[in-house]
């Protein structure tokens, strides 16, 4: 299968909040599934990132306006439950 291909096998909801469940949350609110969708739509090797924390730092949507996050975090625990996580 080309990587171009790959496509989710199953879905979950987040549960509680972790670094992962929250880099998920800011591709999710870009209108991307996670990072590896933004990778082959984007067609970029490398994510913007917070050096201190990791989490994402800049994306841009699929209509080219650009979303720019905090270092700290931004999902709330009342936004949890809407991060979906792909499993492939």
Known sequence: MA?????????????????EIENLYRFQQAGYRDEIEYKQVK??????????????????????????????????DKEVHKVKIYAY
Request: glycine share 2%; proline share 4%.
């Open 3 to 19: 990587s171009s291909d790959v496509k989710p096998k199953s879905i979950s909801r987040a549960k509680k909040w972790s670094e």
């Open 43 to 76: 067609q970029v090797s490398m994510i913007d990132r917070w050096p201190e924390t990791g989490y994402v730092k800049k994306l841009q949507r699929r209509d080219n306006t650009f979303y720019y996050y905090d270092k700290q975090r931004e999902c709330d």
